[in-house]
């Protein structure tokens, strides 16, 4: 899969732009979230440093920073002095370790920016065939994504959801499968690899936000 060597840095500014637009009320549902949640720079420090040992967990915490055509994928905590860069992304994924280090990044071809809905994609990650195929229903937005002989699906967004896109693509978590993050209307869903099982799936992470803010 080829892509320009800025697309990383586009794609993760794009879900920066929808969590900054959550940050008013990210305070508010720190507390009772009890899956992964993403966050961008400005929350990190404004939020999450700054509030102590309540309401945020202190630990599960990653961070995520583009590069061209990769992302540096580090643990940190709330505590650490290291200033936050302004482009980073922060993950809280309790339970669901990520591979640290510089991490390529693989993008699907431009069609999956705006995937067409009902249409099957064949794909090829890391040498392993895949497929995905998105389809608006009841729920939500409905991402069924199949490889290694199994099939896993996600309903994501409102139940009225009209616009979706696969930001990247990546193995994120070191088990040479694709973990993907997704946009759908206002919000961004990581869906991790590892924590997924055959059949209906949560997201291992969303991003709270609207595209209006």
Same mark, same amino acid.
């Given at each position: 899969m080829q892509?320009?060597?800025?697309?990383?840095?586009?794609?993760l500014r794009d879900l $920066?732009?929808? &969590? &900054?637009a959550g940050? &008013? +009320? $990210? =305070?508010?549902? /720190?507390? =009772?979230?009890?899956?992964?949640y993403i966050v961008e720079s400005g929350t990190w420090q404004q939020e999450v440093q700054r509030a102590g040992a309540e309401p945020w967990p202190?630990?599960?915490?990653y961070r995520l920073v583009p590069q061209q055509r990769a992302l540096e994928v580090r643990a940190v905590r709330p505590a650490d002095? +290291? +200033? +936050?860069?302004?482009? /980073?992304?922060?993950?809280h994924l309790p339970g669901a370790p990520l591979a640290e280090g510089v991490r390529p990044t693989y993008f699907a071809p431009s069609a999956l920016q705006l995937p067409e809905l009902g249409q099957d994609y064949e794909l090829? %990650?890391?040498?392993q065939r895949f497929a995905l195929r998105v389809e608006n229903v009841v729920k939500g937005m409905q991402y069924t994504i199949a490889y290694g002989g199994h099939t896993y =699906?996600?309903?994501?967004?409102? %139940?009225? $959801?009209t616009t979706t896109a696969v930001r990247l693509v990546a193995d994120l978590d070191g088990d040479n499968l694709p973990d993907f993050l997704v946009q759908v209307d206002g919000a961004g869903y990581l869906l991790l690899s590892s924590r997924a099982v055959?059949?209906?799936?949560?997201?291992? /992470?969303e991003l709270f936000a609207s595209l209006d803010g």
């Amino acid at each position: 899969m080829q892509t320009r060597p800025d697309t990383t840095l586009r794609a993760l500014r794009d879900l $920066a732009l929808l &969590a &900054a637009a959550g940050l &008013a +009320a $990210a =305070s508010l549902w /720190a507390g =009772s979230l009890q899956e992964g949640y993403i966050v961008e720079s400005g929350t990190w420090q404004q939020e999450v440093q700054r509030a102590g040992a309540e309401p945020w967990p202190q630990d599960g915490w990653y961070r995520l920073v583009p590069q061209q055509r990769a992302l540096e994928v580090r643990a940190v905590r709330p505590a650490d002095v +290291a +200033a +936050a860069p302004a482009d /980073a992304l922060y993950l809280h994924l309790p339970g669901a370790p990520l591979a640290e280090g510089v991490r390529p990044t693989y993008f699907a071809p431009s069609a999956l920016q705006l995937p067409e809905l009902g249409q099957d994609y064949e794909l090829t %990650f890391k040498g392993q065939r895949f497929a995905l195929r998105v389809e608006n229903v009841v729920k939500g937005m409905q991402y069924t994504i199949a490889y290694g002989g199994h099939t896993y =699906s996600y309903v994501l967004g409102p %139940f009225d $959801a009209t616009t979706t896109a696969v930001r990247l693509v990546a193995d994120l978590d070191g088990d040479n499968l694709p973990d993907f993050l997704v946009q759908v209307d206002g919000a961004g869903y990581l869906l991790l690899s590892s924590r997924a099982v055959p059949g209906a799936n949560l997201p291992a /992470a969303e991003l709270f936000a609207s595209l209006d803010g």
